[in-house]
């Protein structure tokens, strides 16, 4: 599994200026913005740590360029790839 770690504070500002864009109007909502992030931790988080247990989980920086971001991830992918 790849998980991108984000800080609240930068998913936060990323969902605000998708709402912006998107039209979407529960992006345009800090609080609801931020509701949504409990829920993950709450619904998401436990189902990584289980995985994290059985060191099936890939932690990838998913704040910087999109470029940075995806060369990561993509290195991350080739790593398992070459191993089979």
Not at 18 to 32: E, K, L, P
Not at 59 to 68: F, K, L, Q, T
């Amino acid at each position: 599994m790849l998980a991108l770690e984000v800080s609240e504070e930068e998913l936060v500002k990323r969902l605000l200026k998708r709402g912006q864009t998107s039209g979407r109007i529960d992006d345009n909502n800090d609080a609801v913005i931020r509701e949504r992030i409990i829920e993950y931790n709450k619904k998401t988080s436990p189902v990584a740590e289980h995985y994290k247990k059985l060191n099936k989980v890939i932690m990838i920086n998913g704040e910087g360029s999109v470029d940075e971001i995806f060369s990561d991830l993509c290195r991350e992918i080739d790593k398992r790839i070459m191993q089979v």
